[in-house]
């Protein structure tokens, strides 16, 4: 698992690093998402998350954008009751006080925040623009990750993509339809650099699993 994470960190990396010929714009916001719940974008957020984590000039901030159900805090066993829904409700809150700090260093987490029923809105706000600007610039030795909520269960991922220099679509092996990931893939189509995770596959054979990771091209 490990190496199979150091590859694909390899190639998100390429076009998020500031020293990189390949640095694309925003290159360093990433979002993680899928087509639909349970197909591990929170699993493979943590480890991409961690996996980065473990260069020792770079820092990760992950965060929990799926708003709507939340799963990274309980995922990685830490609590918190402020996070990025406030930063946006309340003017006073910046991301500095709802960030927490992990035991490893370079890893820092914002957590999702209070559960608020307009939270796709706040995720779709000019505010979340100003914000997402200020992470990508003011940080941008940081890769930022968003775990994200699923393309085709809510309309916040849609929103963001236009704003991430980045996408790694997590598909699930044997489970997720061509054609879901298609329309979610239309759907998100304002990035123009979206990645595509093979997970959950069952195949150990060998080289074979290294190819499961590859990337989408928009024709
Ligand atoms: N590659 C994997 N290997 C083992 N378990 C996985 C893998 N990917 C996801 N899971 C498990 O599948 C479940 C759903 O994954 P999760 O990341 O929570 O999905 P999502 O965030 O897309 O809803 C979790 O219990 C998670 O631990
Ligand atoms: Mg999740």
Not at 54 to 64: A, N, P
Not at 191 to 202: E, G, H, P
């Amino acid at each position: 698992m490990a190496e199979e994470f150091r590859i694909v960190k390899r190639q998100l990396l390429r076009k998020a690093l500031p020293s990189s010929p390949d640095l694309i714009p925003n290159g360093n916001l990433l979002m993680v998402t899928s087509t639909q719940p349970g197909e591990g974008k929170t699993f493979c957020s943590i480890n991409l998350a961690l996996s980065i984590a473990s260069e020792r000039d770079l820092t990760v901030m992950l965060v929990d954008a799926d708003v709507a159900r939340p799963q990274l805090l309980s995922a990685l066993d830490i609590e918190a009751d402020k996070g990025l829904i406030d930063v946006l409700v309340d003017d006073r809150l910046d991301v500095a006080d709802c960030l927490l700090r992990t035991n490893i260093d370079n890893l820092t987490v914002l957590p999702a925040g209070r559960p608020h029923p307009g939270a796709t809105e706040l995720l779709s706000s000019e505010k979340m623009t100003a914000l997402l600007k200020e992470m990508a610039r003011r940080y941008h030795d940081r890769i930022v990750i968003f775990d994200s909520s699923p393309v085709l269960a809510s309309s916040a991922p849609g929103v963001l993509a236009a704003r991430m220099g980045q996408i790694m679509f997590v598909v699930e092996a044997d489970r997720t339809r061509e054609t879901q990931v298609m329309e979610a893939l239309s759907l998100i189509s304002d990035c123009r650099n979206i990645s595509l995770l093979l997970n959950k596959s069952r195949f150990m054979g060998g080289k074979v699993r290294f190819g499961s990771y590859y990337e989408y091209y928009r024709s």
